[in-house]
């Protein structure tokens, strides 16, 4: 938990009453946002929301604030990414596992230093680290652009039958717009296969023994 008290420490009890039900990882999601700018709010709920559709594990208003078992955090340690995002990781751990809500409480001391351009940052940490959607995006706005392309040829061609002779600017354009579209969805196929390597670089577990029998 943070040292500003902002997460309520009454809290505890309702995780270790969870930890006592047999969940090895107790996560706290905020029930507000307490005093946070307008521009933070704001900022939240469109990066949750782009989570959401990205298909990221981390979920809305999840904090750092959780309890783990030993096993779990022994877990955790085998993950050898340089820039962890400690939200996402824990959701895709496993384990028996329950949200535990709190209410934010003011900040006891200090100032927030987590400026904009940091939240950004953090930001784009999250998406690359959970999710190649947006290589994939880059083949379905190269496909929307192909298709452009192919049906500006098929109607230059149509005028040309019909006799109507078509200028250099649509001919130009046809071409531009083919070959851009063509472009980009190659580019996206080799983002796909970029997209693997990164995944697999990061060398996640695939899984974990809860226990042996023998």
């Known amino acids: 938990m943070d040292a500003d008290l902002q997460f309520d420490i009454d809290a505890i009890d309702k995780f270790l009453a969870l ?16 005093d946070e700018p307008i521009y933070k709010r704001l900022f939240s709920r469109v990066f949750y929301t782009l989570m959401e559709c990205l298909g990221s594990p981390i979920q809305r208003n999840h904090t ?43 900040r006891a001391a200090g100032e927030s230093h987590f400026s904009p351009i940091k939240l950004i940052n953090l930001s784009l940490d999250a998406i690359t680290s959970f999710s190649v959607a947006p290589l994939r995006l880059i083949v379905f706005i190269g496909g929307v652009v192909f298709l452009i392309g192919l049906a500006m040829i098929i109607w230059t061609i149509s005028d040309a039958f019909k006799g109507i002779t078509p200028g250099g600017y649509a001919t130009l354009a046809c071409s531009l717009w083919f070959l851009g579209g063509l472009g980009m969805m190659c580019l996206g196929v080799v983002g796909e296969y970029l997209g693997k390597l990164y995944m697999e670089a990061k060398k996640r577990p695939r899984y974990y023994i809860s226990s042996k029998l023998f």
């Open 19 to 34: 930890h006592a039900q047999g969940y090895e990882l107790v996560y706290g999601i905020k029930k507000t946002r307490g």
């Open 64 to 106: 750092d604030y959780c309890l783990m078992t030993r096993h779990v955090c022994d877990a955790l340690a085998e993950y050898g990414e340089t820039n962890i995002i400690f939200r996402g990781l824990l959701k895709q751990l496993g384990f028996k596992q329950s949200p535990c809500y709190f209410e934010v409480k003011d």
